[in-house]
């Protein structure tokens, strides 16, 4: 289960940090993402973190926007500047997981409930 928490109304150029946390017992995370959808569009990737450590970002959120992990705490962050108008979106975390139980591996995919990020002009 995760729950993503931390939004709100910042202005532009302000700064807001979300965070997600994960819960449950005996699972491991490999990659945990930060999505975003905003009125009328679809839902688009933003940012993802592997449990090694390695990142990848859109390229409108290069440089403003940094996705960091905490894995003994089972957590992600989303560390957003320089924020813009066109940041305006209901954010969204998610996690590709794997348990595995008497010897089988299951894996899926969890995500959040998503917070509310305006950011006025």
């Known amino acids: 289960q995760l729950q993503a928490y931390g939004g709100g109304v910042v202005q532009a150029g302000g700064s807001l940090r979300l965070s997600c946390a994960a819960s449950?017992?005996?699972?491991?995370?490999?990659?945990m993402n930060w999505h975003r959808q905003a009125p009328g569009k679809q839902r688009e990737l933003v940012a993802s973190?592997?449990?090694?450590?390695?990142?990848n970002y859109a390229d409108s959120v290069k440089g403003r926007l940094t996705i960091s992990r905490d894995n003994a705490k089972n957590m992600a962050y989303l560390q957003m500047d320089s924020l813009k108008p066109e940041d305006t979106a209901v954010y969204f975390c998610?996690?590709?997981?794997?348990?595995?139980?008497?010897?089988?591996?299951?894996?899926?995919?969890?995500w959040g409930q998503g917070t509310q990020v305006t950011v006025s002009s």
């Open positions: 449950g017992t005996n699972f491991r995370i490999n990659d």
């Open positions: 973190a592997t449990s090694s450590g390695s990142t």
């Open positions: 998610e996690a590709d997981w794997f348990v595995v139980v008497s010897g089988i591996t299951e894996v899926g995919r969890s």
